[in-house]
């Protein structure tokens, strides 16, 4: 028999506190006194007989009380298993995350390479093995470990992030089919958030022994890009970096085309996310933000985005036929390179929102729940929402409708408080110059705004955005906000005759189309090993994969027009429909979940708590040659535990017994004559 943990097998000299209590608490008779002395030798002989007798077995119940419970928390295990006969059924679960590429030289990878393989070596013969790979890669049971090995020598790590879900529920639901002795071997690196939000009842349903093999090293710092994004000022970005370590890092960031590249030196505080803002000299479609710095994880270094050329995307207007809504579409249409599509809010929460450029609402009326969080999704991922306000608003429904519980966010810049009539005319006499809807035109842009005026307004209160045009009465006309990576608009008024003249001015095509130009976002980031939905062509019967290395996949386009696939490495990735009308490209930015750069590590006491089995057993990869065959660590810590508890028992049933026997004999005895 070997042991797990041997470092508590010290506790056994806790045998000594039972015998030095036993020697230390031993009393002297008390004195009787008797008529005759006659038979009081034969008494005292056999009382002391009985007295040595009773506390010896109390002392051999207490000794092995402390020492069965301290071999079960040095966690036995034995080559030989008290059931035998019966099948052995493994299933080794491996990480192969982003995570698990860290080090120099792949530390981390190596380590479950070499603990798998030992684990392999340790199995009875003819014991049935599966290994599921975090990322959906499974071996069906075999009895053949020379194959299982080589597998998994000849495997790496990948870029997806947290699927321990998956792979648990996978296990479970193999091992359910099958009767026998069942061990679950889970080898990773033991992040902390792979195991977030992890739902264990599927193991409730198998009698499996899980046995979590630690792989980890002691890396304290590690940088990450988290997010990459264009501000709506022309040719700038925002990298959002995070530094996991404890202490103050400097490095250089490069930001790169295949033209172009430029670079900043930047310091990321300790524990702290840093958003820089870089400024490219040109227009840029295609780039790569890359840390320079040798921590212990490159892959979350880098960061692809695909920002989308101008006038590529539609927008899509909700609103009423009437004359407000003639003005918006005729007005976006001047543009030439932006077309109009008309939709409905009820249509919104199966449409794919994110082939537009813009959502522009017309004096619309509520906004249902599952259309509010389709919209909130679209504007997190870097969406334009342009919203005016008209008659049919009631104010208490626009300010609950617009309230995100999820996020505890409200997504418009202001709320709104009533309709305002006003006795005269209002006209512009504050805009925001400074801002790039506005940019172009300078402290030249009242001169444009002086002839137009306002009959009414919707008043706001409690603003959390920014006001870009205010009134002559103090009302504002226009808000912006910037909600995730997106923008929101908030015109407090219609473009209708009874409300002002606006739209009939030169400069409102002029301004909306510049709020379309500048205030676009990027293709809605996608990540190493989530599913993607690209949609193309519906008379295209092929659509090629191209990978960022060029490699193509020919897929059928069996749905026409939406063709998915699951990117596995990172950097751009293009769909191509081929169809009669010639070849359309979608067009996908793949990263590294940035979760997977935390350096934080989870607790074998929670994992304890999530993963809620008894049955549980801890390795360090130090220790992973001392899995001899463990086919009983499990049950023998159980086994040594349930013999303390009944050694316990019986110490406080014989020990209350004897005392009781004693008193009683006591009470018999006459104190005086």
């Given at each position: 028999m070997g042991f797990l943990q041997p470092v508590f097998l010290w506790g056994l000299a806790g045998i000594s506190v039972p015998v030095l209590i036993h020697l230390f608490s031993r009393k002297k008779s008390p004195p009787y006194f008797f008529s005759t002395l006659k038979f009081i030798k034969l008494t005292q002989k056999k009382t002391i007989r009985r007295q040595k007798i009773e506390e010896i077995i109390v002392l051999l119940l207490r000794t092995a009380i402390v020492a069965c419970l301290f071999i079960a928390i040095a966690q036995p295990v034995s080559k030989k298993y008290f059931f035998a006969e019966k099948e052995n059924w493994v299933v080794l679960i491996l990480d192969d995350s982003a995570s698990m590429s860290a080090g120099s030289s792949n530390d981390v990878w190596k380590n479950l390479q070499s603990?798998?393989?030992?684990?392999?070596?340790?199995?009875?013969?003819?014991?049935?093995?599966?290994?599921?790979?975090?990322?959906?890669?499974?071996?069906?049971?075999?009895?053949?470990?020379?194959?299982?090995?080589?597998?998994?020598?000849?495997?790496?790590?990948?870029?997806?992030?947290?699927?321990?879900?998956?792979?648990?529920?996978?296990?479970?639901?193999m091992l359910e089919k099958e009767s026998g002795y069942q061990r679950i071997f889970i080898v990773s690196d033991l992040q902390k958030?792979?195991?977030?939000?992890?739902?264990?009842?599927?193991?409730?349903?198998?009698?499996?022994?899980?046995?979590?093999v630690d792989v980890s090293e002691n890396y304290q710092s590690n940088l990450t890009i988290k997010d990459f994004y264009p501000l709506p000022v022309k040719n700038t970005y925002v990298c959002s970096i995070i530094n996991w370590g404890n202490q103050d890092v400097t490095a250089e960031l490069k930001i790169s085309d295949r033209d172009y590249e430029t670079a900043k030196h930047l310091t990321i505080e300790k524990g702290k996310t840093t958003e820089i803002e870089i400024k490219t000299e040109k227009e840029l479609q295609s780039l790569k933000a890359e840390l320079l710095y040798p921590d212990i994880l490159k892959p979350d270094n880098c960061f692809f985005l695909q920002k989308e050329a101008s006038g590529e995307k539609k927008v899509l207007l909700i609103g009423s036929d009437d004359t407000s809504i003639f003005y918006t579409r005729s007005s976006v249409a001047s543009a030439g390179t932006i077309s109009v599509e008309m939709g409905k809010q009820e249509e919104i929460p199966s449409m794919q929102l994110e082939k537009y450029r813009a959502i522009i609402f017309v004096n619309p009326q509520r906004t249902e729940p599952s259309t509010r969080n389709k919209i909130a999704e679209y504007v997190f991922n870097g969406g334009t929402l342009i919203y005016f306000a008209g008659e049919r608003i009631v104010p208490d429904d626009f300010n609950s409708d617009w309230y995100i519980k999820e996020k505890n966010a409200f997504l418009m810049p202001a709320k709104l408080s009533n309709k305002s009539d006003f006795i005269r005319p209002a006209r512009i006499v504050w805009v925001a110059t400074g801002h790039p809807l506005f940019g172009e035109f300078g402290e030249k842009t009242l001169d444009y705004l002086k002839t137009i005026s306002f009959n009414s307004c919707v008043s706001i209160k409690e603003i959390t955005g920014d006001i870009l045009i205010r009134l002559d009465n103090g009302y504002p006309a226009l808000c912006e906000k910037k909600t995730g990576k997106g923008r929101i608009f908030l015109f407090t008024f219609t473009p209708a005759s009874s409300w002002t003249n606006f739209q009939t001015k030169p400069f409102f095509p002029v301004i909306m189309t510049v709020m379309l130009e500048y205030l676009s976002g990027s293709v809605s980031t996608a990540y190493a090993g989530s599913n993607i939905v690209v949609k193309g062509s519906e008379n295209a019967d092929i659509v090629t994969i191209i990978n960022p290395d060029g490699?193509?996949?020919?897929?059928?386009?069996?749905?026409?027009?939406?063709?998915?696939?699951?990117?596995?490495?990172?950097?751009?990735?293009?769909?191509?429909?081929?169809?009669?009308?010639?070849?359309?490209?979608?067009?996908?930015?793949?990263?590294?979940?940035?979760?997977?750069?935390?350096?934080?590590?989870?607790?074998?006491?929670?994992?304890?708590?999530?993963?809620?089995?008894?049955?549980?057993?801890?390795?360090?990869?130090?220790?992973?040659?001392?899995?001899?065959e463990q086919t009983t660590g499990g049950q023998m810590m159980i086994f040594f535990l349930e013999i303390s508890l009944l050694l316990l028992m019986a110490e406080l049933i014989l020990s209350n017994l004897f005392v009781l026997l004693r008193e009683k004999g006591i009470k018999n005895v006459p104190h005086k004559i």
């Amino acid at each position: 028999m070997g042991f797990l943990q041997p470092v508590f097998l010290w506790g056994l000299a806790g045998i000594s506190v039972p015998v030095l209590i036993h020697l230390f608490s031993r009393k002297k008779s008390p004195p009787y006194f008797f008529s005759t002395l006659k038979f009081i030798k034969l008494t005292q002989k056999k009382t002391i007989r009985r007295q040595k007798i009773e506390e010896i077995i109390v002392l051999l119940l207490r000794t092995a009380i402390v020492a069965c419970l301290f071999i079960a928390i040095a966690q036995p295990v034995s080559k030989k298993y008290f059931f035998a006969e019966k099948e052995n059924w493994v299933v080794l679960i491996l990480d192969d995350s982003a995570s698990m590429s860290a080090g120099s030289s792949n530390d981390v990878w190596k380590n479950l390479q070499s603990a798998s393989e030992k684990i392999l070596a340790s199995l009875k013969k003819g014991t049935h093995i599966s290994v599921i790979f975090s990322s959906g890669k499974t071996i069906p049971f075999t009895t053949i470990v020379e194959d299982v090995a080589r597998e998994i020598r000849e495997s790496k790590p990948g870029f997806h992030g947290n699927t321990m879900q998956l792979a648990l529920d996978k296990a479970s639901s193999m091992l359910e089919k099958e009767s026998g002795y069942q061990r679950i071997f889970i080898v990773s690196d033991l992040q902390k958030q792979t195991w977030e939000k992890i739902e264990s009842s599927g193991l409730k349903k198998i009698n499996a022994d899980i046995i979590i093999v630690d792989v980890s090293e002691n890396y304290q710092s590690n940088l990450t890009i988290k997010d990459f994004y264009p501000l709506p000022v022309k040719n700038t970005y925002v990298c959002s970096i995070i530094n996991w370590g404890n202490q103050d890092v400097t490095a250089e960031l490069k930001i790169s085309d295949r033209d172009y590249e430029t670079a900043k030196h930047l310091t990321i505080e300790k524990g702290k996310t840093t958003e820089i803002e870089i400024k490219t000299e040109k227009e840029l479609q295609s780039l790569k933000a890359e840390l320079l710095y040798p921590d212990i994880l490159k892959p979350d270094n880098c960061f692809f985005l695909q920002k989308e050329a101008s006038g590529e995307k539609k927008v899509l207007l909700i609103g009423s036929d009437d004359t407000s809504i003639f003005y918006t579409r005729s007005s976006v249409a001047s543009a030439g390179t932006i077309s109009v599509e008309m939709g409905k809010q009820e249509e919104i929460p199966s449409m794919q929102l994110e082939k537009y450029r813009a959502i522009i609402f017309v004096n619309p009326q509520r906004t249902e729940p599952s259309t509010r969080n389709k919209i909130a999704e679209y504007v997190f991922n870097g969406g334009t929402l342009i919203y005016f306000a008209g008659e049919r608003i009631v104010p208490d429904d626009f300010n609950s409708d617009w309230y995100i519980k999820e996020k505890n966010a409200f997504l418009m810049p202001a709320k709104l408080s009533n309709k305002s009539d006003f006795i005269r005319p209002a006209r512009i006499v504050w805009v925001a110059t400074g801002h790039p809807l506005f940019g172009e035109f300078g402290e030249k842009t009242l001169d444009y705004l002086k002839t137009i005026s306002f009959n009414s307004c919707v008043s706001i209160k409690e603003i959390t955005g920014d006001i870009l045009i205010r009134l002559d009465n103090g009302y504002p006309a226009l808000c912006e906000k910037k909600t995730g990576k997106g923008r929101i608009f908030l015109f407090t008024f219609t473009p209708a005759s009874s409300w002002t003249n606006f739209q009939t001015k030169p400069f409102f095509p002029v301004i909306m189309t510049v709020m379309l130009e500048y205030l676009s976002g990027s293709v809605s980031t996608a990540y190493a090993g989530s599913n993607i939905v690209v949609k193309g062509s519906e008379n295209a019967d092929i659509v090629t994969i191209i990978n960022p290395d060029g490699k193509t996949e020919i897929m059928q386009n069996k749905n026409k027009n939406t063709v998915s696939f699951t990117p596995d490495t990172p950097g751009i990735w293009m769909a191509q429909f081929n169809s009669p009308s010639g070849l359309q490209k979608q067009i996908t930015a793949v990263n590294v979940p940035w979760t997977e750069g935390s350096t934080e590590k989870i607790s074998y006491g929670e994992l304890r708590s999530i993963l809620k089995k008894s049955h549980i057993n801890f390795i360090s990869k130090d220790s992973t040659e001392k899995i001899i065959e463990q086919t009983t660590g499990g049950q023998m810590m159980i086994f040594f535990l349930e013999i303390s508890l009944l050694l316990l028992m019986a110490e406080l049933i014989l020990s209350n017994l004897f005392v009781l026997l004693r008193e009683k004999g006591i009470k018999n005895v006459p104190h005086k004559i």
